[in-house]
């Protein structure tokens, strides 16, 4: 067994291949609860209290009773990372509701749940001297996911469908917008663009996940720079006109962008202002553990 392939399944730490679950498992049957990847960089978690506040956020949100601890997760989180082979690591946490005799789709309340975690291997971060070979691709869709998209469940078949079809037709990801063009997110990130020196995302909503690393970013931005940021609605067009286009994930941290559908973005595969911006977010984002 190599390190990086240590996981943790209910209360205990096992290697990743001995660790089993019921097929009863409502995670299993229908995508029944949430989860978090939080990024360790040199072994040290990101916006560790920001992730565990969500993950509570996210158990109360679909229902469970407070039964954990944030010790408890931090825990989990930390110990993963340091166990980790890797310098850079995800720490991928499910939490799903846990298994029942009979599959049905209403629940019981005293179920135990399933708690699983293991820690993969990320990228070193990216930064202006340690730029991206290419901006990625992104082809634009309808988002047709459910109206919980703040809550991140486990239940991703919506994500998964909408980057396959980005992948099938030659993309990185999915530009997802509403009816109307107002968009919301990629299947696995956050969006920004850059226009005239002003940075621009859309503002929190039911229609996409309140991104740690959207939040990182804003708030380095705030408290270190003068470069403004507004939370505002953005059309499609809005983000093919942008000088720079990004997306944002705890994997990913800041990814330029260089291509929307046959539209090519100015800033391309590393603009000025994602050159200040990656700097500013490697120079501050420890201190908002
Ligand atoms: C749909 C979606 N939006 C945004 C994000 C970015 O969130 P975070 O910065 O917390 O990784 C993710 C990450 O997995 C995601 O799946």
Redesign the pocket.
Known sequence: MTQTDLAFLNGQYLPKSEARISPMDRGFLFGDGIY??I?CHHRKPI?LKR?ID?LQTNLRAIGFAPYASDEHWATIITTLAEQSRSEHCGVYLHVSRGVAAKRHHTFSKDLTPTEFAYSFEIPAPPSSSNKPHAGLKLKSQEDLRWFH?DV?VTA?LG?VLHYQQAVDSGFDEALLYRPGGRVT??????VFCVKDGIVYTPPLSNT?????????IIDVLQDHSQIEVKQQDLTVEDFLAADEVWL?????EIAPVSQIDDHLIKGGTSGPMWERVIDLFQEHKYEYA
């Open positions: 978090e990847v990024p916006g992730h969500r998209c991140k991703l994500n997110e990629a299947s696995a990130s956050n996409l996940l309140p991104g740690i690393t959207r939040g990182l944002s994930s705890s994997t990913r």
